[in-house]
């Protein structure tokens, strides 16, 4: 596995806190968003800002990062497809607490398949997993434009936002409609 560079955003060097359980120091950084930060329809664009206001905390065991992640998330309505603009949507204030855990054993950064907990290597410790986890676990599956968007119109694709009396003037005939599905070779 190799070792985390500890000039990368989002590691975080923690020799101040000296192992002595009790030793808390605060980050507050803004750091470029890493590739794939949320998910495919809904996520923050790539070296965009992410504001991070972190507490470390030397524990027994290991350092508990405590903190939040403020970031503008970019992403289209699954309806209409327009870009969401919806603060509510966008703006994401992710809260997440992470014990990552000495690496006296052989663990390197990755959870351990018991319990979950993250390892540090040496001083050394990598949130990025933590924050991917914190701001996905918060993002709707389905994201809208508005909760009502109504979409687009079936037959055009026109957006109904826009022009909420769209109609066709001349609607298929539902029994037409039945004859130009019928095959020659259907039962
Ligand atoms: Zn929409
Ligand atoms: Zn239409």
Redesign the pocket.
Known sequence: MPSLDPRAPLVLDTRELSRRPGSQREVTRTVPAPADLGIEVLAVPEGSPVDLDLRLEAVMEGVLVTGTARTVLAGE?V??L?PITDPDVVEVDARFQELFVYDDDARRGEPDPDDGTRSMEGDLLDLEPVLRDAVVLGLPFQP???ED?P?LCVECGARL?DDPDHHHDEPIDPRWQALTTLRPDGD
Request: some cysteine.
């Open positions: 309505c309806r209409c327009e809208l434009c508005r968007c979409g936002a």
